[in-house]
Structures are given as C-alpha cells and as structure tokens.
Nanobody, 128 residues
Framework: VQLVESGGELVQAGGSLRLSCVAS????????MAWFRQAPGKEREFVGA????????YYADSVEGRFTISRSNAKNTVYLQMNSLKTEDAALYYC??????????????????????WGQGTQVTVSS
C-alpha cells in the first residue's frame, strides 16, 4: 500500500488549502480513511475521518466547521479541504488507510491504532 499526500504549502491565516492523498495497492473503496497531523513538539492528533463510501464523516472539535474531508473512489483519492486556517493548524498532515477492509458503508475511526498504512505527510505552514 502506498499513500502519497500533496497540497501542503505556506498560507496566511484565514486562507484555505486543499490536501490530496492518492492511494495505491489496495481496493480503495473498501477502506475507511482519515487525516492526522503532527506539529513540532506535539503528539500526532486526529483531524478527520471518512467511511469507505464517503457518506459518513467525523472531525476533531478543533477543525469542525472549518475542514471538510471527502473522497473519490474513482480516483483512489481522499481530500481535506481546509478553510479559515489558523496558525495552530500548522503541522505535518498525514493520510492513513484503515487496517481492515469493510463493507460497512457508515464505519469510520478516529483511533490511529486502527490504521495500518500511512503516507509521508505534507507540510502545512500558516503565517499570522
């Protein structure tokens, strides 16, 4: 399994970015996906999760209402639209694929221990 993130860059506070993560080596449409982030000196934290069909999503309180996770199973890609960015959103953003394929359309997870494949990350920097 390979996950490749892109889209991270330097942006001003209040701005927007869209991150993408292209997956290969798995039947993408069977796997719940998620985004996590890690800032320097801090632990990795959950950002958003999406079910295999895309019909169910879940967000960390810190990004609820500002970030949107979505996916295109036709393109094997998961996205993270980030609006109203804050300086505290600056971090290395990772996408992750769940360890287990599922036929449950509504299942998602925010627990990093449930995810077995991780990308290398894409850096988001937010200037004040």
């Amino acid at each position: 399994v390979q996950l490749v993130e892109s889209g991270g860059e330097l942006v001003q506070a209040g701005g927007s970015l869209r991150l993408s993560c292209v997956a290969s080596g798995l039947t993408f449409s069977l796997y719940p996906m998620a985004w996590f982030r890690q800032a320097p000196g801090k632990e990795r934290e959950f950002v958003g999760a999406i079910s295999r069909s895309g019909g169910s999503t879940y967000y960390a309180d810190s990004v609820e209402g500002r970030f949107t996770i979505s996916r295109s199973n036709a393109k094997n890609t998961v996205y993270l639209q980030m609006n109203s960015l804050k300086t505290e959103d600056a971090a290395l953003y990772y996408c992750a694929a769940h360890k287990v394929a599922t036929l449950r359309d509504s299942y998602y997870s925010a627990n990093p221990a449930d995810f077995g494949s991780w990308g290398q990350g894409t850096q988001v920097t937010v200037s004040s």
